[in-house]
């Protein structure tokens, strides 16, 4: 194993701030972090501000083991689980300052999060996080279902922060062939490589001083997920074929379906990448666990479609009878609040009265079905498999069924679903978001 010695003058061994400056230099100077080294930190020797160096570094921008040694204990490994990132940035983004009360203070301040449509409480804490995130330029990672809404989040805090005249540009990550990723996001020079016919600016390039937003980041290969923690870190990318980095200035919002910290686990994300994303964390709750939300969307997309067709001679405004919105709320939505726009605008174009009825419901709903929906059982197990989420959609399916077949009366539902008692039932419509004052006992 070769080792190479670094030596540091500092001009005291208690000047935190030179500390820090003087050994991250020497860290970034021998290109670390590197995906073939496994660095590690003693803190033993020195002082007691160089070891807090040492500690705040391995938890940020050189993620690294920690040791110390004692004659009693020999060497031993420092663990203690803290992140940056989920432990304190809630607290930090809490404190008020200027900047963010103006961001917050009042809607009108910052009308772009007005799109998100919501009632519950579970998206209302993500959107008030959302507009303080968006006060402060941090890297942003937003995780949900598909059709929860990422997309638009993202947009909301572009459009709100000071990037706003700048572009908003959207990749969905996952439709990008392996090989052509790098090219793809941080471009290329003219011959890089073959079929390289001419030069490419690459999204980080025509995004400059704007947001670039990173759908199913998961899907990216190892080598890009390095190079974009570069391109987080020093702020500047090398286009294929380049000799120099150039600097860019855009704000990364990434966002995946999937549990990224099992990739991590698995090997498939990188660590150090993942705490760089999930500086500012939103987590988007599937429409199925936002009951109180769904009649509101209901509501909001009929009149979007009514607007439309209002535009058109041909089509004519329509309502939902009430039977067709018991359909609607008894369904289990895994395709999210994409899935129910969609449902609603086919619905609308088969119906042929003014009501769209609970069969013309069933019908667009049928359409949009996943082939191995009614075989439950049948489902391929493939990597973003997920149980939970299978069980809780059929769980919440039953129980918004109970509920409309008996008119919103816990005992009756209780008995129909083979529940003892009605606190039974009570619990598990908390649990999955069902819970409200029109509920009777
Ligand atoms: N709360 C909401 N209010 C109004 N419209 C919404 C809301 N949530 C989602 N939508 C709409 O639903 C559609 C899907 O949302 P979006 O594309 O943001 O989801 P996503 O989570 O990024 O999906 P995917 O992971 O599949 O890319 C969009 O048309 C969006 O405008």
Redesign the pocket.
């Known amino acids: 194993m070769a080792t190479d010695l670094y030596h540091v003058e500092l001009s005291s061994p208690i000047n935190y701030a030179e500390i820090y400056e003087k050994v991250s230099a020497e860290l970034k100077q021998a290109r670390l972090p590197r995906e073939e080294v496994e660095l590690a930190f003693h803190l033993s020797p020195g002082t007691p501000a160089m070891a807090a160096i040492w500690i705040m570094l391995a938890k940020t921008r050189f993620p690294a083991r920690l040791i110390q040694t004692s004659q009693q204990r020999g060497l031993e490994q420092v663990d203690f689980p803290f992140d940056l990132a989920s432990d304190f940035l809630p607290e930090y983004l809490k404190r008020s300052d200027d900047r963010i009360e103006r961001l917050t203070d009042g809607r009108q301040t910052a009308p772009e999060f007005d799109?998100?449509?919501?009632r519950s409480l579970v998206?209302a804490r993500e959107v008030e996080r959302a507009r303080r995130i968006a006060a402060f330029d941090v890297p942003v990672l937003?995780l949900?279902?598909?059709?929860?809404?990422?997309?638009?989040?993202?947009?909301a805090i572009h459009a709100s922060c000071r990037r706003s005249p700048k572009p908003f540009i959207a990749v969905?990550c996952g439709a990008i062939p392996k090989e052509l990723a790098n090219s793809e996001l941080f471009g290329h020079k003219k011959g890089a490589f073959t079929g390289a016919d001419r030069e490419r600016a690459g999204h980080f390039r025509t995004a400059e001083g704007g947001t670039l937003f990173l759908?199913?980041i998961g899907d990216l290969p190892l080598d890009t997920q390095v190079r974009l923690l570069r391109a987080l870190q020093e702020k500047e990318i090398t286009p294929l074929g380049a000799s120099h980095p150039a600097k860019v200035d855009v704000r990364v919002i990434a966002?995946?379906?999937r549990d990224l910290q099992a990739d991590v686990a698995a090997g498939r994300f990188r660590e150090d990448l993942f705490h760089r994303l999930a500086v500012g964390v939103l987590r988007?709750p599937p429409l199925r666990a936002r009951g109180e939300?769904l009649n509101l969307?209901i509501d909001?997309?009929l009149e979007r479609i009514n607007a439309d067709a209002a535009m058109r001679s041909e089509a004519q405004r329509k309502e939902i009878s009430p039977e067709a919105r018991k359909v609607l709320l008894a369904h289990a939505w895994p395709g999210?609040?994409?899935e129910?726009?969609h449902t609603l605008v086919r619905a609308s174009i088969w119906s042929t009265g003014t009501d769209v009825t609970a069969d013309e419901i069933r019908e667009a709903l049928l359409v949009a079905l996943p082939k191995d929906d009614a075989q439950i059982l049948g489902r391929a197990l493939h990597k973003g498999f997920d149980l939970q989420g299978l069980l809780d959609g059929v769980a919440h399916h039953y129980l918004v069924r109970a509920m409309a077949q008996t008119g919103n009366r816990k005992k009756q539902a209780a008995e129909l679903l083979g529940f003892s008692n009605y606190q039974t039932l009570t619990n598990w419509l908390r649990k999955h978001g069902l819970e409200n004052e029109d509920n009777n006992e």
């Open positions: 799109k998100i449509i919501h998206v937003v949900g279902e598909t059709g929860t809404g990422k997309e638009l989040f993202a947009e969905n759908d199913e966002a995946t379906h988007l939300d969307l909001y997309f999210n609040v994409r129910l726009y």
